[in-house]
């Protein structure tokens, strides 16, 4: 068995806190009659885990095959406590459901979810129309305890249920000419009052980007679920992109489209506001917003005399990315 020095972005299973369910890990290993034997990322501790014992009878039968063998990697900087499950799902942004931080955890049940198709395209061998099952059921599902940062300066610890981007981008052979990766959310103004809003910015549908390197990464991951359940709808079901050393509004939610490209796309936030949401959008305390500070952050959840400030990390945390910006100018290039 090989040993690995954790880097600095590891935890230990034992310094985690969670939500009731999460907890519940204990009780299953304990009741587990044998665990499934996994290989840990490089530098990452990792623990074997099962959810049968709490993954509701309604979840599509793949997800509770898939749930019951989940692998968990710990890649959470050490000592922090796990954002409860209701503020993680009831505090975000997803605009196409409204503005305010509770209109996706309100009106994101209209979004039908099943069937459920992402098209795949561009510089690849095999382009092709796949169901969520279809991306989902080669992969071992991984839980990877994440921090979330958003650019608005607040943040959670989530833990997240998916499998890597790149196990999926090798199945589709990228050609050559693959230099970026694009995805697109879904888009149906019947189910999203935030579409239809005569007072949207955006130039529907939600578009992001990544390099292909940072595609390929293996902390970036395409999940399924969270909290050991299948994702909620306002939190991207049923296929979201997590890249966790980027703000937020790169990891998007409810993907139909994956495009792989020559050329840098052309982002959603990226084309509303240049001037504040660049392309590559990494955490970094030293390059501000134009309105206010990214030093700091108020981790979730927190109130007005527990307000819960923390100094941002560059990278979110996360120094094993910085290899991929060697000789680039973050500050331009933010």
Partial sequence: MLIHTPP???????EVTSEAVYLSRRRLLAAAGGLVATVALPGHAQAGSTYSDVVPAQLPAWFSEKISAARWQAVTPGNESVTPFKDATHYNNFYEFGTNKGDPARYAEKMRIEPWAVRIEGEVARPGIYSVEDLAK???LEERIYRLRCVEAWSMVIPW???PLADLLRRVEPTSKAKYVSFETRLAPDEMAGVRSGFSLIDWPYVEGLRLDEAMHPLTILAVGMYGRVLPHQNGAPLRLVVPWKYGFKSIKSIVRISLVSEQPRTTWESIAPEEYGFYSNV???VDHPRWSQAHERRLPSGLFSPNIVPT???????EVASLYTGLDLRKYY
């Avoid at 990390?313 to 120094?319: E, K, T, V």
């Fill in 8 to 14: 600095s972005s590891a935890c230990r299973e034992h």
């Fill in 313 to 319: 990390r560059m990278f979110n945390g996360y120094d």
């Fill in 138 to 140: 080669p992969h071992g």
């Fill in 284 to 286: 970094n305390p030293e």
């Fill in 161 to 163: 249920l998916g499998f």
